[in-house]
């Protein structure tokens, strides 16, 4: 049973920065690419970032572009999204997911496993 559990969401002012961890157990980490996504109230859920099974590819939204990074430890089973110069429209719940393929992919049903969200708030 793979499990994906993500941490460090919480309520900023604009302008601030948080950093998101999602702890993967119960199968070999380096087996998966990792993805993080988030959704809106009312909205479908976006791509946000993505990291590829050695962490040297990458992948990002252009809307976080030069303000978000995705990184792994596969020493921890972790994946980590630093957030920088949070806007109000970054608000939402932010969800970690694992892919058994070797690509890097935006889009959601690429995803086999999913943690089950964090919330993340920006304040004006």
């Known amino acids: 049973q793979v499990q994906l559990v993500e941490s460090g969401g919480g309520l900023v002012q604009a302008g601030g920065s948080l950093r998101l961890s999602c702890v993967v157990s119960?199968?070999?980490?380096?087996?998966?690419?990792m993805g993080w996504f988030r959704q809106a109230p009312g909205k479908d859920r976006e791509f946000v970032s993505a990291i590829n099974r050695s962490g040297g590819s990458t992948l990002l939204a252009d809307s976080v572009k030069g303000r978000f990074t995705i990184s792994r430890d596969n020493a921890k089973n972790t994946v980590y999204l630093q957030m920088n110069s949070l806007k109000p429209e970054d608000t939402a719940v932010y969800y970690c997911?694992?892919?058994?393929?070797?690509?890097?992919?935006?889009?959601?049903?690429?995803?086999?496993?999913w943690g089950q969200g964090t919330q993340v708030t920006v304040s004006s």
């Open positions: 997911a694992a892919d058994l393929t070797f690509g890097l992919y935006r889009t959601v049903s690429a995803y086999d496993y």
């Open positions: 119960g199968r070999t980490f380096s087996s998966y690419a």
